[in-house]
């Protein structure tokens, strides 16, 4: 096994790791700080907040466990295919991930479930995006890039619609 192959690996280990913090905490933060975010972000947070009344901490589980058997067959694929193109895209469409939870630490000014976590796999994840980087052309990693990026944001909306649906099911 080469460097590569045991580097793949990382990425669900990190996306698991993240995740655990924003399924412990999600639904707890958002009751308790449901009264803040209304008084500092009303639109968003009329937008926001109902739609999250409807996800249960089971039902965010839910999600999460999606999106990590989506990035398990994709680091599976490509630790057989010896390909990781696509897998790097979804590397740096998640590093971004953490990118904007640390945005959002700061305009929330205070705790948000995933920045703890964010701020640890961070650098770990710039470490391999660097590494990775050396092995394809610019041209290649932002086309990877914005294909993984509209993979993650296309995935995330419709996990979220099933979600609340979910929530309901178990209701």
Known sequence: M????VILWLFPIIFIFHDFEEIIFIEYWISKNRHY?????????????PHF???????????????????????IFSYV???????????IAFTLHLIIHCVQTLIVKK???????????????????????KLFTINTVILYSILGFIIMVVN???????MASFSKWLS
Not at 56 to 64: E, L, N, Q
């Open 2 to 5: 080469n460097n590569i192959q």
């Open 37 to 49: 975010l209304y008084e500092r972000f009303p639109m968003l947070s009329k937008r926001l907040l």
């Open 53 to 75: 009344d409807n996800i249960t901490t089971s039902s965010f589980a839910f999600g999460v466990a999606e999106e990590f058997i989506l990035i398990s067959i994709i680091t």
């Open 81 to 91: 295919m010896n390909m990781y193109s696509l897998w790097m895209g979804l590397l």
């Open 111 to 133: 705790y948000i479930p995933a920045i703890v976590t964010s701020i640890i796999c961070l650098p770990i994840c710039i470490y391999i995006i660097n590494y990775m980087m």
């Open 156 to 162: 995330l909306v419709i996990i979220h619609k099933f």
